[in-house]
């Protein structure tokens, strides 16, 4: 199939655009390198067209899609907190952006899109783990840039009979993370300065808690939207449905990196949620979704990685 990733030169989106290319798909990439890497798709370097453009742009959108059946929406500013300093950078970059590519695709005959969603459209709900029939109230302007993509992805479906899906992202991490703002993962922060022997910034008590997925997990989720029945703009939980607090996750970090545990806490993060776990059986029904990597598995891979990186000072 000829199938586009927006943010395919990022984290989530290159490491499904080398899944897609060994699965036999041709694939093109568009990123505007504003945290994307060309050097993330160093290994298919050669089976990659890659359009360094923006996705807020109509013209560059249009041109993404030309002869594309189906569309791997993973571009955004994914930083919860970032998006508490700058809601209308987020608001460009999430809503706006997936908006002009489905627009974009609409025009150009895309049968299928699928929509990099997040946790974070929960919000604080105290009933655990969650499950996509719940309420949602997301915290956070990412959140609801979020949600406002999925809405956009339903109606398309509905109003435009377009084959689309949102898939629920719960904390992805891995290899490829870039741990150099302080916007990044906690999870490429921990480890990144654990390696380096520094303490590692807890924001609150440490013990919030997060279902952390490990991303050829997500990969399988979106080779399996690819492949999944007819799709009418579901949203769709993709996690591990296990939820590790901070502390916990700053054990594992210990252990794998072989350093002391240690901690300096600073105060709470605005728009930060409390706790997220997962409901992985939709994705299941729907997609034969299952987790093939495990939280410690995916931990030690990751470890693994970072060792073999020259590492920012943070
Ligand atoms: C993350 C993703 C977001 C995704 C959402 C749901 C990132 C950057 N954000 O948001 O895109 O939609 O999950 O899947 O991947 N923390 C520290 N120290 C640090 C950094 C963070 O204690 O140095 C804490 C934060 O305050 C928070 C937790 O770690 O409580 C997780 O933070 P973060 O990795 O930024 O992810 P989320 O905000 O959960």
Redesign the pocket.
Known sequence: MNVLVTGGAGFIGSHLAEALVRAGHRVRVIDSLFSGKRANLEAVRDDVELIEGDCTNPETASRAVEGIEAVFHEA?V????RSVKDPLLSHQTNPTATLTMLEASRNSGVRRFVFAG???VYGNSPTLPKREDMETRPLSP?GVG?LSGEHYVRVFASLFGMETLTLR?????GPR?DPGS??????S??ITWMLQGKT?????D?E?S?DFTYVANVVDANLAALEAAALGGEAVNVATSRRVS?MELLRGVARETGQPLRAQHER??AG??RH?LADIGKAERLLGYRPRYGFEDGLRETVAWYRTQPLPAI
């Open positions: 955004a994914p930083s919860v907190a997040s946790s974070s990412y979020k992202y719960f904390n992805v991490f993370q302080p916007y990044s993962g906690v999870i922060r921990f590692p910034v807890v924001y609150g440490g919030q997060r901070l709470e993060r930060d949620i997220s």
